[in-house]
């Protein structure tokens, strides 16, 4: 079903995301659960992430494209040859310079060769707000999407406010006290655990604390979507009366058509593994994976190898060609022949069809917020790895307020050691309050996503608005 408005003019949004695989992916599941409504929509990469995600889908062969309404544009990158084309915040930085001239462009050209589809709504993610001058300036309706949880946007507006009283300084470090609580009910956060701390790399902490000042142009926009659901943050929501929590989107994509959004990944991705699942007793799998950005020393890397095996449980674990900062992937000796019956090693991996698998057992995660609400919707326990920015926050949730998993902590070396991973694994596992608690949250995200739901609701309402 095609949504046109009584004058023949199709309705067509134009969606930009944070140049990003954590970004990227929750918009363009948001954009599928539009354009299965009849709206039209242009998604917009930066042509060297545009690049990633055709190679990764031609690894895969996949093609989904759905139903012809959702259209894949680019803007160029703005990036120099002296410029490292895989630091996203250099991307960032080159984008702001230069959008603002090649997206109206590129709107003009949409527009011209698409009379009754011309653009009327631009979303861009909130982490990059200026984009929406272009749109006051272009004539569209702003709309602001949020793949963070509702906590972790809350905080940004509170950290413009802290900004304004002096309250931190130039690296966004706490001048007085330790902790900061926004509410009785949600988790607070210390000093060394606040998004936009990265304490081995001073010159990204003030990188990432200048740019929350485009936060202030937030206010442009009437919707905030998030990828979240009222009922797992009742309390960050009240904080941001204009937040309208729309997820799990990982659930919608499942719900319709049971795809994972494989058109957006950074990687092809290794599906091999689900059969590999198959002959898994239930409940049986660590499932291991730290996303796209982390990154360990070898020594840490040894170490998670040889905890894996100390466990004596099967393992697929997610391994990056770029995992080890700066080294080629490499195991500790004769590790690969001593489990090759016990684990699976992949690059990547359809995360989202893995965590619905009945033998995953547990999720070892860098606990960024996809991949934490894909493991909460499925009713996966977890065991935290958190690596830098909101991470550490999501892990307070999944630990403290959830209780649905455990933090694996740092030896005195600041290393997670085999023998501190082996321990985790096996208390997870023989405690079953975790795959409990887990399994009401899956229930409680189900109901949200499905009639009557409060993220259905709030989709309805957002998709009858672009309707007009």
């Known amino acids: 079903m095609t949504a046109v408005s009584g004058n ?24 599928r659960q539009i354009a299965k409504h009849g709206i039209k929509v242009t998604f917009v990469n930066a042509q060297s992430i545009h690049h990633k995600i055709l190679s990764a889908a031609a690894a895969e062969e996949e093609d989904d494209d759905c139903g012809g309404n959702v259209v ?23 984008l702001q310079k230069t959008m603002p001239q090649t997206l109206p462009e590129l709107i003009e050209r949409i527009n011209s060769d698409n009379p009754n589809e011309k653009v009327t709504c631009l979303i861009a993610d909130l982490s990059f707000s200026w984009i929406f001058d272009i749109a006051d300036k272009m004539g569209l309706e702003p709309v602001g999407f949020s793949p963070p949880s509702v906590a972790c946007l809350a905080m940004a507006f509170h950290a413009l406010k802290m900004l304004e009283r002096g309250d931190l300084d130039t690296n966004g470090s706490l001048k007085n006290g330790d902790v900061i609580s926004l509410s009785d009910d949600t988790p607070a956060w210390r000093n060394e655990e606040l998004p936009w701390r990265f304490p081995d790399n001073p010159k990204m902490e003030k990188v990432v604390i200048e740019a929350i000042q485009v936060y202030r142009k937030a206010s442009k926009a009437k919707w905030w979507l998030c990828n979240s659901c009222y ?3 009742p309390a960050a929501n009240e904080l941001l009366p204009n937040a309208l929590p729309i997820g799990p989107l990982n659930l919608l994509d499942s719900i319709t058509d049971g ?31 730290f996303g796209s950005s982390a990154v360990f020393s070898q ?28 080294s080629c992937i490499a195991y500790p000796d004769g590790f690969l022949d001593r489990v090759s019956g016990l684990g699976k090693i992949v690059e990547w991996a359809p995360q989202n069809r893995v965590l619905a698998h009945p033998s995953i057992g ?63 694994i096996e208390t997870l ?20 996503v499905s009639i009557g739901g409060s993220s259905c609701k709030n989709m309805k309402k957002f998709i009858d608005h672009l309707r007009g």
């Open 231 to 233: 009922e797992l943050e």
């Open 362 to 424: 547990c999720f070892m995660s860098h606990c960024g917020w996809n991949s934490t609400m894909e493991g909460a919707s499925r009713g996966v326990p977890f065991l935290c790895w958190p690596y830098m920015s909101d991470q550490l926050h999501n892990e307070r949730y999944i630990c403290d307020k959830w209780e649905i998993g455990l933090k694996i902590t740092f030896d005195e070396g600041g290393i997670k050691s085999r023998y501190e991973i082996k321990k985790k």
């Open 299 to 326: 020594k840490q890397l040894d170490e998670l190898a040889l905890g894996l095996e100390l466990s004596g449980r099967a393992f697929l674990w997610v391994v990056r060609p770029d995992l080890v900062n700066g």
């Open 259 to 289: 795809s994972d959004s494989r058109s957006t990944n950074f990687y092809p991705e290794h599906s091999s593994c689900l059969s590999w699942l198959d002959s898994k007793p239930d409940g049986s799998v660590v499932y291991v994976s």
């Open 72 to 94: 894949m544009a680019t803007v160029p990158d703005g990036l120099s040859p002296e410029h490292d084309p895989n630091n996203p915040f250099m991307l960032f930085e080159t």
């Open 429 to 448: 596992f023989s405690d079953n309050k975790f795959k409990e608690n887990a399994l009401k949250l899956k229930e409680m995200c189900g109901k949200s």
């Open 8 to 31: 023949g003019h199709r309705s067509h949004v134009l969606a930009v995301p944070l140049p990003a695989q954590g970004h990227v992916k929750p918009l363009m599941s948001l954009c």
